[in-house]
């Protein structure tokens, strides 16, 4: 899921293809988030990225306290109502966070590229491993907490993933996330050079519950007792995506080559958005785009991004 990235990642085509500087070339007032625990995310007010401590979490945190934390400080700032856009695991942390109601009286709209939501189809065959081998023993597994894909560790058990048959390594971003239509070499050169960073093997544990179960749950701690002490119940609640309230702006773009947003998988997202107000919900499907070609594609900004600047004007 490329989920371990930080907002560097919007900004490595040229100035003229990035949707952060279009935006506000356009008059908007552009903030740039990074993931807690990569490179410009690492610092706590008490924890050390040393720490085991400093790992234990999932998405579930990036929902209840980061998306918040960032929604509150532009809002603080800025004292207006905030239009986001989201790629990927930027697309699951808003929709869980939407679905709770989260945060929807300080948003205008939002931009939902390459929509993570469900995974039951993702067929990417190195995700698709390694999702099976995400079992909730992992979080001990090296004995490390930080998933750092650069460690040794963590690079030993990638090239185990990669040995499996059926599975080529050699175009990481292709086996990662589909046959991207439309980047230019340097510019994946520039990704690869960067990316991916560091996560917690928990988030990477939770991801792959994702994908195994199906559903959209929090944190699954697989020990009914542990379940409970966490949610008062046996099995982790579900974010029920239809909670979502149906006069918020939404603009959803995906493609037909994505592995990681399959379009069964976005399908399943449309159909649980099936209520929500029709002239609120704006649906665009790029046959030949994968799930890279959404922030580092040449022609983004034609195919995506000048909806997206569209979309974001005719909010009021």
């Known amino acids: 899921m490329v989920p371990t990235r ?15 500087l279009i935006l506000a070339d356009n008059g908007f007032d552009v903030w740039i988030a990074n993931t807690r625990g990569t490179r410009y995310s690492r610092r706590h007010i008490s924890l050390d ?28 700032q800025t004292g207006q109502k905030i239009n986001y856009v989201g790629h990927s695991l930027g697309t699951l942390v808003a929709l869980a966070s939407f679905s709770e109601g989260k945060l929807v009286n300080q948003l205008k ?6 929509p993570i939501a469900y995974l039951s189809h993702m067929n990417t065959a190195l995700g698709v491993v390694a999702a099976k081998s995400f079992v909730g023993e992992i979080t001990t597994l090296f004995g490390l907490a930080e998933f750092n894909p650069k460690g040794l560790a963590v690079d030993a058990f990638l090239k185990s993933l990669c040995a499996h048959p059926g599975i080529d390594c050699y175009d990481l971003l292709t086996a990662l996330t589909g046959k991207n239509c439309c980047l230019n070499s340097s510019t994946v050169d520039l990704f690869l050079m960067n990316e991916p960073q560091s996560t917690s093997t928990k988030n990477m544990v939770h991801l792959a519950q994702t994908v195994r179960l199906g559903a959209l749950t ?95 004007n005719h909010q009021v």
């Not at 999932?58 to 532009?74: G, H, I, K, R, T």
């Not at 603009?251 to 379009?263: E, K, N, P, T």
């Open 109 to 114: 709209s939002a931009a939902l590229l390459s």
């Open 49 to 76: 990225p040393s720490s085991q401590a400093y790992w234990n979490w999932s998405w579930d945190e990036l929902v209840s306290y980061d998306f918040p934390a960032v929604f509150n400080y532009v809002f603080s």
């Open 6 to 20: 930080d907002g560097m990642t919007w900004l490595l085509n040229p100035p003229e293809q990035d949707l952060p």
């Open 218 to 312: 929090k944190f699954n701690y697989v020990r009914p007792d542990y379940n409970i002490m966490h949610y008062g119940e046996i099995f982790p609640p579900i974010y029920n995506l239809s909670n979502i309230p149906h006069d918020l702006p939404l603009f959803i773009s995906y493609g037909g080559r994505d592995a990681l947003s399959d379009v069964r998988d976005v399908e399943n997202l449309l159909d649980k958005l099936k209520f929500h107000d029709e002239n609120k919900r704006s649906v665009q499907f790029i046959q030949e785009y994968a799930h890279a070609d959404y922030i580092m594609g040449f022609n983004a900004k034609d195919l995506v991004y000048n909806a997206v600047l569209s979309f974001f």
